[in-house]
């Protein structure tokens, strides 16, 4: 199970940092991504982070002004979004897929998610 939280209203430019806490006791083991839809249209993966190496992966929109990191001890993925801009605002889901790297969730259907959590940026 994955929970988000951190989400809310924020001005442009400034930062918000969600937080997906998952239950199970074999975190370590997947890989996890975040993804974002808004209303009318087509989910967009925002950044993942790799089961094992840790490695990163961000979509274009994002790089540079968002970071996402993990903490297996706390089974909490975190996604630190700074410089947001009213076309970040969106409902931001965590998903987990296990043994996944950063690059294969990009490209794929993640077999868990979290339930969402909102993101609005006014301008």
């Known amino acids: 199970q994955l929970v988000e939280s951190g989400g809310g209203l924020v001005q442009a430019g400034g930062s918000l940092r969600l937080s997906c806490a998952a239950s199970?006791?074999?975190?370590?083991?997947?890989?996890v991504g975040w993804f974002r839809q808004v209303p009318g249209k087509e989910r967009e993966f925002v950044a993942a982070?790799?089961?094992?190496?840790?490695?990163?992966y961000y979509g274009d929109s994002v790089k540079g002004r968002f970071s996402i990191s993990r903490d297996n001890a706390k089974k909490t993925v975190y996604l630190q979004m700074n410089s947001l801009q009213s076309e970040d605002t969106a409902v931001y889901y965590c998903?987990?897929?296990?043994?996944?790297?950063?690059?294969?969730?990009?490209?794929?259907?993640?077999?868990?998610w979290g339930q969402g959590a909102q993101v609005t940026v006014s301008s």
């Open positions: 998903a987990a897929n296990p043994l996944t790297t950063a690059q294969e969730m990009r490209v794929m259907t993640p077999r868990s």
């Open positions: 199970g006791r074999t975190f370590s083991n997947y890989g």
């Open positions: 982070i790799s089961w094992n190496d840790r490695s990163t």
